[in-house]
C-alpha cells in the first residue's frame, strides 16, 4: 500500500508532501510575517515572547531552531546569547530570515538548509531544540521528533510551539468560521495566495490534539513532557527533556 499524509485536508502520497509544502512556503515566504500579523492580530509575537521565555535561552548555548525561516524565534534567542543555528528546509525562507538578520545587524546566528527528518548533525550536538509553527508541516511527524532527541545532548530540551484545537466553548466555532473564510480572503488580498493560506488553515485542523501530540513527544524518547495551551489550546507550547 502507498504510504498517505495529509495535505490540509487532501490525503496525498508521503513522496508529494515535501515538495508541495515547499511551494507553498516559497509563495508566501515575502510575506509571511505581514500575514502572521493580519491572522493572528499581532498575537503571534506575544506567542512567540512566551515561547522564547519558556526556553530560557543562556549566553554560549547551542541551540538549533528547526524551521526557523525567517528568524522570529532565533532572534529573541540570540539576544539572550544563545549560540543559534536556524534551520528550514526551504531555502527562500531562510534567504529572508538572513536578510532581516542582515537588515538589523543580527549577527552570532549559523544557518543551515536541513531537512528535520534527516538532519546532518553530529549526535548530542545541541542544548535545546525549538520548532515553532513547523512541526505539523513535516511528512513524517515521528521522524522529526525522533531527530530533534538524536541531535539533543543528554539534558538537551525540547520545545515546540504549534497550534492545535481549543477547547474553550464557543470560541472555536468563531475561529472556525474566522480561519476558513475570512484567513483565504486575507492571504488573497495581501499576498495575492488565498490557496497557500487556506492549506495552513487545513493543516492546523489536522495536526493531532494535545494529548496525543504529547504522547508522540514522549514516544520519541522524551521524558517528562508537558504541554501548556494557550487561548484555550488554540496555540501549545510542548515541552520535553533528554536523559
Not at 515575502?30 to 502572521?36: A, G, K, P, V
Not at 538548509?113 to 511527524?141: C, K, M, P, W
Request: glycine share 10%; with cysteine.
Amino acid at each position: 500500500m502507498t504510504d498517505t499524509v495529509s495535505f490540509g485536508y487532501e490525503d496525498i502520497a508521503a513522496e508529494e508532501k515535501q515538495a508541495r509544502v515547499g511551494q507553498v512556503f516559497s509563495s508566501v515566504a515575502r510575506r509571511y510575517d505581514i500575514m502572521n500579523d493580519a491572522m493572528s492580530g499581532g498575537l503571534h509575537r506575544l506567542w512567540k515572547d512566551r515561547f522564547v521565555a519558556r526556553v530560557k535561552p543562556r549566553p554560549g548555548e547551542m541551540i538549533l531552531d528547526m524551521a526557523g525561516g525567517t528568524g522570529d524565534i532565533a532572534f529573541r534567542m540570540q539576544k539572550h546569547g544563545a549560540l543559534v543555528t536556524v534551520s528550514d528546509i526551504n531555502p527562500d525562507m531562510l534567504a529572508v530570515g538572513m536578510e532581516r538578520a542582515a537588515e538589523r545587524d543580527i549577527g552570532g546566528l549559523s544557518w543551515s538548509e536541513q531537512n528535520a527528518e534527516e538532519l546532518s548533525f553530529d549526535s548530542n550536538s545541541f542544548d535545546a531544540y525549538t520548532i515553532a509553527f513547523g512541526i505539523r508541516n513535516v511528512t513524517h511527524i515521528d521522524k522529526a521528533l525522533k531527530e530533534a532527541h538524536r541531535v539533543l545532548k543528554r539534558g538537551g530540551r525540547f520545545f515546540c510551539l504549534e497550534f492545535s484545537t481549543t477547547t474553550w466553548p464557543g470560541f472555536s466555532e468563531v475561529y472556525d468560521f474566522y480561519s476558513h473564510k475570512i484567513v483565504p480572503k486575507v492571504g488573497q488580498m495581501i499576498a495575492g495566495d488565498a490557496d497557500s493560506y487556506r492549506y495552513l488553515i487545513e493543516s492546523i485542523r489536522r495536526f493531532p490534539d494535545m494529548p496525543r501530540f504529547e504522547g508522540m513527544v514522549r514516544d520519541a524518547g522524551f521524558v517528562q513532557t508537558r504541554c501548556e495551551p494557550i487561548l484555550g489550546g488554540l496555540v501549545a507550547i510542548h515541552s520535553g527533556w533528554k536523559i
